[in-house]
């Protein structure tokens, strides 16, 4: 009785202590460009777990813009189910062994073993107004222009991306 009572123990503690090591940092953001129906906007979509809190475009010369418009908001995930236990019956037969009848309790606790918890999306985006020549020149090579993001938690700097056609 004493083995099945630690065997118990170290089931309920295992999934306990495998979420407790899983502190992976936040994956990279996602960004996007387009350009706005109104001449010289261009629009700058941040998918990432936390809100954008400023934004620059850095110009291959040097030149910094700064967006006119920032706003962020959230997505809810898909996969928010309410948090419900599950009931099952099962039964077993044999020929030698007879049959046996059993009912199951499952209390959900996640995957303690999936490489990342889904997380929540925040959507930042930025309005650009940019000169024509400049636009011009963000147009025809944006891998040498520069995104430069300022979250709650820390900054991160990374390539423009390219204007969706």
Not at 26 to 32: F, H, M
Not at 54 to 69: K, Q, S, W
Not at 139 to 152: A, T, V
Request: aromatic content about 6%; some cysteine.
């Amino acid at each position: 009785m004493c083995l099945l009572r630690r065997l118990f123990a170290l089931i309920l503690l295992l999934p306990l202590g495998l979420a407790a090591c899983a502190s992976d940092p936040p994956p990279p953001p996602r960004v996007a460009a387009w350009l706005g129906s109104q001449s010289g906007r261009v629009f700058i979509r941040v998918l990432a777990v936390e809100p954008v809190e400023a934004m620059e475009l850095t110009a291959p010369d040097g030149r910094v813009f700064t967006p006119e418009r920032l706003s962020a908001e959230q997505r809810p995930r898909s996969n928010d189910a309410p948090w419900r236990p599950g009931i099952g019956l099962g039964g077993s037969a044999g020929s030698s062994s007879g049959s046996d009848i059993g009912i199951g309790i499952s209390l959900p606790m996640g995957n303690p073993f999936a490489r990342e918890a889904p997380r929540a999306s925040i959507a930042s985006e930025a309005q650009f107004l940019l000169p024509a020549e400049v636009l011009a020149l963000y147009r025809s090579r944006p891998q040498d222009w520069r995104l430069e993001l300022l979250f709650p938690s820390r900054a991160t700097g990374l390539q423009a991306p390219p204007l969706a056609p």
